[in-house]
Antibody, heavy 122, light 110 residues
């Protein structure tokens, strides 16, 4: 069973870059054509899809965040990462990483990490 | 793209059925049969309960069912149980490889 675990600094200063890593276990990140996503949830609010990456390196991003987001993949470490530039308090949220249910680009995220709270504050 | 529209709350008594709607546009819900639903309990990661409008992942009871008409998808929870009290989110594939979530619905079991 695939498992995902987010890691990164819990506190980021305004205008700086938020960086998170998702470590995948129980399977190779480069096997099949699964895709790997980042999703966030501000406290008491709904889920927001940030973007995804395939093992090939192909990415798709939420249009509202696209100018600030980069998702990358490191198959040698079985990890993928999120970078969000120029953060503000509005970026404070629990950040989840997830793997798609199947190998189609139309499969939804099914396997999720436990989530990592990132606060943006000076 | 804008978030899909869900009612903020829904409720029902044990044993009853409740339906939650998820309204989008022809660029997401109406354009694709790739609508999924998640259940989220407080402090937990979301759990996939339906995909491709009406299919169940392994282990999900058939008390959860889905449908779609035009730009609106629906989740019906039948035979409500106390453990069904949670937040529910729809998600739809949208154009250009993107996904969009609904705003979420808090389901209360009375």
């Amino acid at each position: 069973q695939v498992q995902l675990q987010e890691s990164g600094p819990g506190l980021v200063k305004p205008s700086q870059t938020l960086s998170l890593t998702c470590t995948v276990s129980g399977g190779s990140i480069s096997s099949g054509t699964y895709y790997w996503s980042w999703i966030r949830q501000p406290a008491g609010k709904g889920l927001e899809w940030i973007g995804r990456i395939f093992a090939s390196g192909t990415t798709n991003y939420n249009a509202s965040l696209k100018s600030r987001v980069t998702i990358s993949i490191d198959t040698s470490r079985n990890q993928f990462s999120l970078r969000l530039n120029s953060v503000t308090a509005a970026d404070t949220a629990v950040y989840y990483c997830a793997r798609s249910r199947g190998t189609s680009g139309f499969d939804p995220p099914e396997y999720w990490g436990q989530g990592d709270l990132v606060s943006v504050s000076s | 793209q804008s978030a899909l529209t869900q009612p903020p709350s829904a409720s029902g008594s044990p044993g009853q059925s409740v339906t939650i709607s998820c309204t989008g546009t022809s660029s997401d819900v109406g354009g694709y049969d790739f609508v999924s639903w998640y259940q989220q309990h407080p402090g937990k990661a979301p759990k996939l309960i339906l995909y491709e409008v009406r299919k169940w992942p392994s282990g999900v009871p058939d008390r959860f069912s889905g449908s779609k008409s035009g730009n609106t998808a629906s989740l019906t929870v039948s035979g409500l149980q106390a453990e069904d009290e949670a937040d529910y989110y729809c998600i739809s594939y949208a154009t250009s490889g993107n996904w969009v979530f609904g705003g979420g619905t808090k389901l209360t079991v009375l």
